[in-house]
């Protein structure tokens, strides 16, 4: 079965714009968590969907704000870019909330954020 | 708060050695234990995930085993290829937080 998409794969933007990802889980799965990866910082929780609820929120400014549809499918928008959100952002799926869910997480491949 | 270290940072070894990653946590109270690989530019590959019940998993020729109340958990591969080459980051789920907390990873060179 295809795996977890995300799109688009890379993009570019400058400080004070706003931008919206896009992911797709994979069929079946209801969970979907987003993380922010940076050489810096490593990879941090953004926030974690099921059901069309957010079950959890990590440490990151309001700037940072998700949704997740009732296909399951998510996007994740961030206004008032700053350069310090230049990142990977990866996503991933999974049967049901973790820890619940016995599974592993399933990543795509990420989003590249740039922030000029 | 839930600190996860990886160590070493890079590490680098022929072809054939069998070697042994490390990662340690400083809160025992987790769910369970993960370990991923990052090829460059890409996303992660769940390798092995552990319950905080269970001591080791095993596929293949990875080996990970968890000590929660020494707070570490090691993953041992065998005969290495070049192709195990990647970044592997090992991730907690903790109960005080109630979410994933990543290591800094190890970035892995096999030498052919």
């Known amino acids: 079965k295809a795996g977890v998409t995300q799109t688009p794969r890379y993009l570019i933007k400058t400080r004070g714009q706003q931008v919206t990802l896009s992911c797709s889980p994979i069929s079946g799965h209801r969970s979907v968590s987003w993380y922010q990866q940076t050489p810096g910082q490593g990879l941090q929780f953004l926030f974690e969907y099921f059901s069309e609820t957010q079950r959890n929120k990590g440490n990151f400014p309001g700037r940072f704000s998700g949704r997740q549809f009732s296909n399951s499918r998510s996007e994740m928008n961030v206004s008032t870019l700053e350069l310090g959100d230049s990142a990977l952002y990866l996503c991933?799926?999974?049967?049901?909330?973790?820890?619940?869910?016995?599974?592993?997480?399933?990543f795509g491949p990420g989003t590249r954020l740039t922030v000029l | 708060k839930q600190e996860v270290t990886q160590i070493p940072a890079a590490l680098s070894v022929p072809e054939g050695e069998n070697l042994v990653l490390n990662c340690s946590f400083t809160d025992s109270a987790i769910y369970n234990l993960q370990w991923f690989r990052q090829d460059p530019g890409k996303g992660l590959t769940s390798l092995l995930l552990?319950?905080?019940?269970?001591r080791e998993q095993t596929s293949g020729r990875l080996n990970a085993s968890l000590d929660k109340s020494s707070g570490r958990s090691t993953l041992y591969i065998a005969a290495s290829q070049p192709g195990d080459s990647a970044t592997y980051l090992c991730a907690v789920f903790d109960f005080g937080n109630e979410k994933l907390t990543f290591g800094t990873g190890t970035r892995l060179t096999i030498i052919p």
């Open positions: 991933a799926s999974s049967l049901a909330p973790i820890p619940l869910s016995t599974d592993t997480q399933y």
């Open positions: 552990i319950q905080s019940s269970q």
